[in-house]
């Protein structure tokens, strides 16, 4: 789908990618691979587009984990003089770098760190505390599953983040939204 837009200054793409619900056995890979595909400026969406190539002024993404099936967004904001269908393919390219080679040891690493870290952070009060016992009960439907889902993320290969890349960020599995300016004077 391609839209005009008077109001947006400048293109943009978003894929989303379907993907499964919270707790099944792969949305651990996938929540890692969404780590190291858009976890932040030093992720491989925001390294590739807006850094390397500077074709994009933002790119990024994350995984909407749910208690049903949901998608994995990634999506970039072109740099003047860039059209949205260039952003796809380079969103697209990154994507298939990662089906093709296996994840490096750091990024894997990192995105380890990055979950341990979302759990030690997630759970320092008791309202966090219970939100995540509650999550654990309702979606997962399995109250100790709130001890055991940090040990799922750190048992992830880069065998594991490939496979469910290859699976999961398939034209057949995407839906794609060009956004581009409406012509000037309109």
């Known amino acids: 789908m391609n839209k005009s837009y008077s109001n947006t200054p400048l293109p943009a793409v978003v894929i989303g990618y379907k993907m499964p619900a919270r707790y099944a056995p792969d949305s651990y890979p996938l929540d890692m691979a969404s780590n190291i595909l858009a976890g932040g400026e030093s992720s491989l969406l925001y390294q590739s587009l807006v850094y390397k ?10 995984g909407y984990f749910t208690e049903d099936p949901n998608l994995f967004w990634a999506y970039a904001i072109m740099n003047q003089g860039h059209t949205a269908a260039e952003g796809e393919q380079s969103v697209v390219n990154v994507l298939e770098d990662l089906k093709a080679k296996a994840v490096d040891s750091k990024e894997l690493e990192k995105a380890r760190n990055q979950e341990i870290s979302g759990f030690i952070l ?7 505390k219970g939100d995540a016992i509650g999550a654990a009960t309702v979606l997962g439907k399995d109250p100790h599953m709130v001890n055991t889902e940090l040990d ?4 992830v290969t880069a065998d594991d983040v490939q496979r469910v890349a290859r699976q999961y960020f398939t034209k057949q599995q995407s839906t794609v939204l060009l956004i581009t300016p409406a012509a000037s004077g309109k």
């Open 152 to 155: 799922r993320y750190l048992k």
């Open 122 to 128: 997630g759970r320092e009060t008791d309202q966090e």
């Open 53 to 62: 190539d500077r074709i994009a002024v933002e790119a990024g993404g994350f």
